[in-house]
């Protein structure tokens, strides 16, 4: 998710320019490798202020892992080995390609207005459904407001401790966006909103009669051979082994703990749960072209510009980065106190899944450490 997250996640994003500029020319000296390699990144972001670091990169059918930090600030337990996170948006990809699963199989069309699917929902303030398409939503098109920027938890640490448990509807939170404007008409620019992708889950389950979630396994996750992966809904607890979770949502006041919160405030913009062996198969399974056909494929990569000065792009739920060696796919995603960022080669042959807790204390340098991280390893 972005939003109050986007502070954090845009330091992580970020990284993506800091990468493109990191690629070493081929007469540089060469980088250290594998294990190595990671260890020495994931001791780096630790000393940047991120309190736990996962790194994991899959190369083919290979990993290599490498942890820092601590678990729980309080015992200083270790960070476990592929321990669970919150994936934060790296959930839009699913829930596009469920979407894009759909469409292939000719229930809807990527062209059909969300007035078609939800009729009477989008409304008022200037927004207007039958005007924004189901190809708007999942490229971040369609100009509808940010509903995080209402969301009570994400007030202040306070409100955060006081709402974490909340059950949220989605056509509430749709509404939350909706008490304000449009950012512009649909299809005329680009503007990230979390709206976009609870509406993307209501349109799933309008054409198929169940939740989205309820296609996770058939659709996604048996065939990428994925077993640690999953919606937590209502429960507000992280299987173990996993790293606590640390913010401020008031600027200015110490870390609280953030582990624990009910996921329905996120639902298809952002509320999965992973592992980073999990995530690494999901990425490589999707380049590999194991859950679209290649015509549904062609419309995930058909990106257009986000307008950053990272030069990045964006598909159907997933972005494309350049590096000097060649493109790489990926998202990235945060919720309070979990941030992630990931990279995929064309090919799907390596892949690098970077989960961290904690906002760091360095951002800059946080940044640049990520990208150098990206260029070292899809390079």
């Known amino acids: 998710m972005h939003g109050h997250i986007g502070r954090v996640t845009a330091i992580i994003a970020a990284a993506a320019v800091v990468a493109t500029a990191a690629a070493a020319p081929a007469t540089a000296s060469p980088a250290p490798t594998g294990h190595r390699l990671l260890q020495q990144a994931a001791d780096d972001l630790n000393g940047f202020g991120f309190t736990g670091v996962q790194v994991l990169l899959r190369d083919g059918h290979r990993t290599t892992e490498a942890r820092a930090g ?8 270790p960070v476990p080995k592929n321990g669970w996170f919150r994936m934060g948006s790296n959930t839009k990809t ?23 699917w939800l009729p009477g929902l989008v409304t008022g303030n200037g927004n207007d459904g039958s005007k ?8 971040h098109q369609s100009g509808l407001a940010e509903y995080t920027a209402h969301l009570p938890a994400f007030a202040s640490n306070d409100a955060f401790e006081k709402h974490r448990y909340d059950h ?17 008409a649909p299809g005329t620019s680009w503007g990230y909103s979390n709206t976009n992708y609870v509406l993307a889950g209501m349109i799933i389950e309008e054409v198929t009669g169940k939740p989205w979630d309820a296609h996770l396994r058939a659709r996604i996750l048996k065939p990428a051979g994925m077993t640690q992966t999953f919606y937590p809904g209502d429960d507000p607890d992280l299987p173990s082994p996993h790293a606590n979770a640390y913010d401020s949502l008031s600027p200015g006041e110490d870390l609280i703990d953030t582990t ?19 995530l690494s198969r999901f990425w490589q399974a999707l380049q590999q072209g194991r859950l679209l056909r290649p015509a549904q494929m062609r419309e995930m990569h058909d990106t257009v510009p986000t307008g950053d000065d990272r030069g990045s792009r964006y598909g159907l739920g997933i972005f494309l980065t350049q590096l000097e060696c060649g493109t790489f796919w990926g998202h990235d995603g945060g919720v309070p106190g979990m941030y992630t960022v990931d990279g995929v080669t064309e090919d799907g042959d390596r892949v690098l899944v970077v989960s961290v807790s904690s906002p760091p204390s360095d951002p800059p340098n946080a940044s640049a450490r990520v990208g150098e991280l990206l260029s070292d390893t899809l390079c």
Request: aromatic share 6%.
């Open 70 to 77: 601590v678990a729980d600030v309080a015992t200083n337990r």
């Open 94 to 116: 699913f829930a596009s390609i469920i979407l894009l699963q759909l469409a292939g199989e000719g229930r809807l069309r990527l062209d059909d207005t969300v007035e078609r």
């Open 132 to 139: 924004i398409t189901v190809r708007q939503l999942l490229r």
């Open 168 to 184: 949220w509807d989605d056509a509430d939170l749709v509404r939350l966006a909706l008490t304000d404007p449009p950012a512009f």
């Open 260 to 278: 624990r919160w009910n996921t329905t405030a996120a639902g298809a913009a952002g509320g999965m749960v992973t592992t980073p062996t999990d």
